[in-house]
Structures are given as structure tokens and as C-alpha cells.
């Protein structure tokens, strides 16, 4: 549902008080214009285009694969090429992800990044945490071996570093929160901007970030 209509409602975007969940960042990451995703059902990581304009930079597009660690240990990595960009309401593929069956915990971080070749300006980006053992899907009986992700919640603590600008344009106040994970700190999982109400644990809404609950890799900087 979109939002709860009582306070303990689950299943929605945003809350009764109007803070964005998780999903509400989800739903909206699943259905951006030019998207790098990864497909379950086959391991290849495609890349889509929902534009009816085709997006052909001069020197084309690359796409980044991270597979990492709980720890942020590099179990994989590959760079592919798209040097023919991508056409109008599009999908290509771009590489596939080997299964890691040996790693710390039982499930695994895999980054995925589209950029114009020669340029640090992310198109897109994505992160999943994945299971070890694959899940068998079969609809018409319990799914054997679902993993639980346990590990999830007891991670290494991070090294990450914040700050935050703010600036007034025509009365609408806007906040730069600029996120930063040192090369020699864990994954940095689930980071959430909020803003609250002076020195309170209350939340300023109804507000929408660029981008939240976020998992920032190692040497990785973002801004939202």
C-alpha cells in the first residue's frame, strides 16, 4: 500500500507520520529511466532504458561489477563495455556474476554501477546482498533453503564520515548530506539521512531525499 492508515500498518511506502521507508527509496530506484539491474533468475546484469531517446555518449558506456564480502573482502570484479550506449526503450546485457560459494557469513554484497566511460558521473547504481547458497524458487512447495541473512545484523561497524551543508533558494530549505567510507572500512550498510526536530528523536516531514538507507562500499563517497 502506499501509506499506513494506522500507525502499526506494514506494507507501505511511507509511514502514518510521513517518513519514507526503505521501500518508498526501492520502489523509486526500480523505476528510473536508465536502470543497472541485476537478473536472479540467470545472474546476468542487464542494463535498461525506458527513454524513448537512445543515449549514445562519444566514448559509449561501462558498466562496474562489485561482488564483496560482509567484510569488504573483493571476491570479483569486471568492467563491461557498452560501446554502443543504448538504444531507445532498450535492454541490453552486460556480464554475468559468478556464484561465490565460499565468503564470509552466509550472503555476500554485489555493486553495480553505469557510467560514461571516462566519467565518474553515476547513471545508475545498485546494490543487492545475496545468499550464499541460492535460493530454489518453486512456488508450489516451501522454499528449502531460504536464507535468512542473520549475518546482516551483526556486520562489522563501518568507519563512515558525514557533513551537511544547507542552503535557502525562493524560501524552500535544501540539505547536502555528504557520506564518505573510508578504503579500510567494512561496507557501510543501510545508512539513513534523517532530519529531526531540534534535539528530539522527531522527524521533520514530510521530507524526500534523493536517495536513502544507502550501503556505501569501501573508498565510496556520496551525496545526497
Given amino acids: 500500500m502506499l501509506n499506513s492508515a494506522w500507525p502499526s500498518n506494514l506494507w507501505r511506502l511511507y509511514d502514518y507520520f510521513l517518513v519514507p521507508d526503505a521501500s518508498y527509496y526501492a520502489v523509486r530506484k526500480?523505476?528510473?529511466?536508465?536502470?543497472?539491474?541485476?537478473?536472479y533468475h540467470d545472474r546476468i546484469v542487464y542494463v535498461s532504458n525506458s527513454l524513448y531517446s537512445s543515449i549514445k555518449p562519444t566514448?559509449?558506456?561501462?558498466?562496474?561489477?562489485?561482488?564483496?564480502?560482509?567484510?569488504?573482502?573483493?571476491?570479483?570484479?569486471n568492467m563491461v563495455k557498452l560501446p554502443n550506449g543504448l538504444e531507445s526503450d532498450s535492454?541490453?546485457?552486460?556480464?554475468?556474476?559468478?556464484i561465490i560459494t565460499s565468503t564470509v557469513g552466509d550472503s555476500y554484497f554485489l555493486r553495480l554501477e553505469?557510467?560514461?566511460?571516462?566519467?565518474?558521473?553515476?547513471?545508475?547504481?545498485?546494490?543487492?546482498?545475496l545468499p550464499v547458497q541460492p535460493e530454489i524458487i518453486d512456488w508450489t512447495t516451501p522454499?528449502?533453503?531460504?536464507?535468512?541473512?542473520?549475518?546482516?545484523?551483526?556486520?562489522?561497524?563501518?568507519?563512515f564520515t558525514w557533513k551537511y551543508t544547507t542552503e535557502i533558494i525562493s524560501g524552500i530549505i535544501s540539505i547536502h548530506l555528504q557520506l564518505y567510507?573510508?578504503?579500510?572500512?567494512?561496507?557501510?550498510?543501510?545508512?539513513?539521512?534523517?532530519?529531526?526536530r531540534g534535539d528530539t528523536d522527531i522527524d521533520v516531514t514530510p521530507i524526500f531525499w534523493?536517495?536513502?538507507?544507502?550501503t556505501l562500499i569501501p573508498d565510496e563517497a556520496i551525496t545526497i
Fill in 30 to 39: 526500480a523505476c528510473e529511466p536508465i536502470h543497472v539491474m541485476f537478473g
Fill in 59 to 77: 566514448g559509449g558506456l561501462e558498466v562496474q561489477i562489485h561482488v564483496l564480502s560482509l567484510i569488504g573482502e573483493v571476491l570479483f570484479q
Fill in 91 to 98: 535492454v541490453v546485457s552486460a556480464g554475468t556474476v559468478p
Fill in 114 to 129: 553505469l557510467t560514461e566511460v571516462g566519467s565518474k558521473e553515476m547513471l545508475s547504481s545498485n546494490t543487492y546482498w
Fill in 143 to 159: 522454499v528449502p533453503n531460504v536464507t535468512r541473512f542473520a549475518n546482516l545484523t551483526v556486520l562489522p561497524s563501518s568507519k
Fill in 181 to 196: 567510507n573510508p578504503a579500510d572500512s567494512p561496507p557501510a550498510f543501510m545508512v539513513r539521512g534523517r532530519v529531526t
Fill in 210 to 214: 534523493t536517495d536513502n538507507f544507502l
